[in-house]
């Protein structure tokens, strides 16, 4: 499983653009790269998936590079709301299984 | 998106009795479910996959004698907390993966139940 390695913690103001990123430098050929988000006393949240170049939903945008060792999150005009803990994770296709690492604590300011 | 639920949100029971917890995927089929334990201010910590019909697999240093898990049918699986103790307290949250939304490694994930031992 790649490890995966992102900042423990951020600070932002309402309205801001937050970018979260994340390394996995030993990412495998197969392996697609997923965030969650996570609000305190509950699971966890799909945010997006993708495999390489950017993804974009109503939520947030993924880019990766080519080399996929890295990614970012990215959160257009965050609110008091986005505040919570953001896991970048590594699955390998259906045979993986989802290891958490520390996570970012994302803490939004008004 | 896929809706898996948890049943209790949360417990609290005295010391040396078990605990059982459910965990449901309500609008599709579970192929495979896993179970993990969240301590506060901690991530989440894989204790265990369990396909449906076969036997769960622990991660290392997880007791599967004490915690329990039944996956007995594609939309269902649980987990007793046997003999639970005050060291048992955490927050233990459910995932689970399967033929949803048309990827089939999709994975998602219940409220979590919060284990109160007393």
Redesign the interface.
């Known amino acids: 499983l790649a490890k995966t390695t992102q900042p423990i913690s951020m600070d932002s103001y309402e309205g801001q653009e937050v970018n979260i990123t994340c390394s996995h430098n030993n990412i495998a050929t197969n392996d697609?790269i997923t965030w969650?988000q996570q609000f305190p006393?509950?699971?966890?949240?799909?945010i997006i998936?993708g495999y390489k170049t950017k993804v974009t939903n109503e939520v947030a945008s993924l880019f990766i590079p080519a080399d996929r060792k890295s990614s970012t999150l990215s959160l257009p005009r965050v609110s008091l709301s986005d505040t919570a803990v953001y896991?970048c994770l590594v699955?390998g296709?259906?045979q993986?299984?989802?290891?958490?690492?520390?996570?970012t604590k994302l803490s939004v300011k008004p | 998106g896929a809706v898996v639920s948890q049943h209790p949100s949360w417990v609290i029971c005295k010391s040396g009795t078990s605990v059982k917890i459910e965990c449901r995927s309500l609008d599709f089929q579970a192929t495979t479910m896993f179970w993990y334990r969240q301590f506060p201010k901690q991530s989440l910590m894989l204790m265990a996959t369990s396909n449906e019909g076969s036997k769960a697999t622990y991660e290392q240093g997880v007791e599967k004698d004490k915690f329990l898990i039944n996956h007995a049918s594609l939309t269902l699986s649980t987990l007793t907390v046997t003999s639970a103790h005050p060291e048992d307290s955490s927050f233990y949250i459910c995932s689970a993966r399967g033929l949803a939304g048309g990827l089939d490694y999709e994975q998602y994930f219940g409220p979590g139940t919060r284990l109160t031992v007393t």
């Open positions: 697609y969650y006393s509950q699971g966890p949240r799909f998936q896991y699955l296709g259906s993986g299984n989802l290891i958490f690492g520390k996570g």
